[in-house]
């Protein structure tokens, strides 16, 4: 240090107390270093000495002292980790330290500021009251535009990480008391903010993580009771973007470097304390997007979200026994929903929203309900491959292997597969184009719109009721209604086809014959019936169907192979497996 002033006062006899007017120290430097083997440098300068006493079982009273004030002034504080490759440093300079009327008398407490900066603009203040007797401390501790790099330099050998951009902001009110045998946090409120931050994998040519602005705010909890209690969590914008190797490995799980193996056996664990329960009043998620490439499937998939906001609650506890999550007040909104193949500019599957509202997951029991799943507007590419593959079957099937299909078999190993339910799913205004590459190599064969299906508890598993219609471009309308049973699967239903323009089909035609179907419209309507009881058909439908206008023609020139103004019956009786059909009058 450049220089220590040090006033002391005559009426230390009078007070019965070391009694001093000031303390200056200005221009102290601390230079702290954790070597490589983990130990502090300034632990170095204890001499080492027999093994210290225990501690008495009732510690006496502290010598009497009084400072009425002391002042630290352009300090300097550097910290030196060696233990990662490339050393981690932070300096703080300058540091100013100014307290009031520090005493060690009972029940004394004064006022006290700490300022500092590091060279990087990064600052720390302090302020609040100590009490030396009994210790106690109440205050507010801020850290203002502390970069992420900063941090990153002191576990950069533990991450996978390139330096991170973005800072962080964090503030707290704190009421402390060390008096008694163990600490008690009495409240604490703490908030913290991140801006600007992005993270990106060593190597990667884009962040994996962008938050612009995350907040954390009104954290307040209690030592003694082991409570915690978050106001809100806010994310605001962002991007995520999330890839799978040809392995199965997601890119988020190489964030984390794998640990070597420890060379002294494990330490053992502290038994448990009480529960923790952590209740957060609201997170709220708003314009974020995401982007998705999986490289394990084949064909590789890869999919977008444009805007993702969400907003819940949720409770948590942990303690001795299992750890358990509930969410409530679920709200999801998703707007510009794609997904297709990799390597191609096709877009099989476009959604323009979904929202999921009403939802509540319980952690213990792996189950997720909605009150309503709303799906509106978007397109759809359905193709038949010339194999005989279905784009959409491929596009949505489930991951075989990695993260995804790795915690799913877990789960499921442990008697815990998910469950959902939905009270409501509701689709709306979706398109469609129906190709088969197999007949027609050059477009769609159907141009469906004006799709909409409702459906009514629907778990994967139990009964729910349906109905469903879509217009066809071409001519013609669909419908049905009834129950389906995902587990049989089984499905009654009535069914209706109103008047489909069959010109469309030509391609099948002419798989058969070589003729030309210009014109005709095919009307259906009855009942159908699959998966019935063992010794009955699979299938069957009953009622009735009508042909108008059918008008088959010569490929070369304009003969009438076949044609009929109308054909129709109400006797109409098919069944498959096995098959019988049965027309009446």
């Known amino acids: 240090f450049k220089r220590l002033f040090v006033d002391f006062e005559a009426q230390s006899l009078r007070n019965w107390a070391w009694t001093f007017r000031t303390v200056t120290i200005e221009a102290p430097t601390v230079n702290a270093v954790v070597a490589k083997d983990g130990v502090l440098n300034l632990a170095r300068l204890v001499p080492a000495g027999p093994e210290p006493s225990p501690p008495p079982a009732e510690p006496g009273e502290p010598p009497r002292l009084i400072v009425e004030e002391v002042r630290i002034d352009q300090a300097e504080i550097a910290f030196t980790d060696r233990r990662q ?117 060593r190597g990667a040519d884009a962040p994996f993580l962008e938050l612009p602005d995350a907040r954390v705010e009104g954290v307040g909890f209690d030592l003694a009771r082991r409570t915690a209690d978050v106001t809100r969590v806010a994310v605001k914008g962002g991007r995520a973007r999330l890839t799978v190797e040809e392995n199965g490995t997601l890119n988020v799980e ?18 448990p304390g009480p529960a923790w329960k952590v209740a957060l009043k609201e997170f709220a998620l708003d314009g974020f997007a995401a982007d998705y490439e999986d490289a394990s499937r084949a064909p590789g998939l890869k999919a977008g979200i444009e805007t993702v906001g969400v907003k819940l609650k949720a409770n948590a506890e942990a303690g001795a026994g299992p750890v358990t999550v509930a969410v409530s007040d679920i709200a999801v909104a998703l707007k510009r929903l794609q997904a297709g193949f990799t390597g191609t500019t096709e877009i099989p599957l476009s959604i323009d929203s979904v929202a999921l509202e009403g939802g509540a ?54 008697g815990r597969p998910f469950q959902f339910v939905a009270q409501t799913v ?41 109905d469903a219609a879509v217009a066809v471009a071409e001519g013609g309308r669909l419908m049905a209604a009834g129950t389906l ?8 239903a009535q069914l209706q086809v109103a008047e489909l323009a069959l010109p469309p089909f030509q391609p099948y035609v002419d798989q058969a014959l070589s003729a030309r179907l210009t014109s005709g419209t095919f009307s259906l309507k009855g009942a159908l019936r699959h998966g019935g009881k063992p010794g009955s058909a699979q299938t069957a439908f009953q009622g009735g169907f009508k042909l108008d206008d059918l008008r088959l023609l010569e490929a070369v020139g304009n003969d009438t192979l076949i ?15 096995p098959n019988r059909l049965e027309i009446g009058d």
Do not use: C
């Open 485 to 492: 049973v995902p587990q049989g699967p089984s499905l009654d």
């Open 361 to 414: 997951y319980d952690l213990e029991a792996n189950a997720l309900s909605l009150e309503r799943v709303t799906v509106a507007g978007g397109t759809l590419d359905v193709r038949r491959q010339a194999d005989g593959a279905i784009n959409l079957q491929l596009l949505l099937a489930p991951p075989r292997k990695g993260a995804i299909a790795r915690e799913t078999a877990e789960v499921a190993a442990e």
């Open 254 to 271: 190489g964030v984390v470097k794998a640990a070597s193996p420890a060379a002294s056996p494990k330490a053992a664990q502290p038994e």
């Open 426 to 466: 509701a689709v709306t205004g979706l398109q469609a184009s129906v190709s088969d590459l197999a007949v027609r190599p050059g477009g769609p064969v159907l141009n469906l719109k004006d799709i909409t299906v409702g459906l009514k508890n629907v778990d994967g598993k139990s009964p729910m009721a349906f």
């Open 563 to 577: 044609g009929w103004k109308s054909v129709q019956t109400d006797q109409l009786s098919l069944e498959l497996e």
């Open 85 to 201: 490759s490339d050393p981690a440093a932070i300096v703080l300079k300058p540091l100013h330290l100014d307290v009031k009327r520090l005493s060690t008398l009972p029940r004394e407490e004064g006022d006290k500021t700490i300022t500092a900066v590091t060279r990087d603009g990064e600052t720390l203040r302090w302020t609040g009251h100590i009490g030396l007797n009994p210790l106690v401390s109440k205050g507010r501790l801020d850290f203002e535009k502390l970069k992420a790099a900063t941090l990153w330099k002191f576990v950069r050998d533990s991450l996978n990480l390139e330096p991170p951009a973005g800072t962080i902001a964090f503030g707290a009110d704190y009421d402390i008391d060390l008096s008694g045998a163990e600490p008690g946090v009495r409240r604490a409120y703490l908030g913290v903010t991140l801006t600007g931050l992005a993270l990106r994998l």
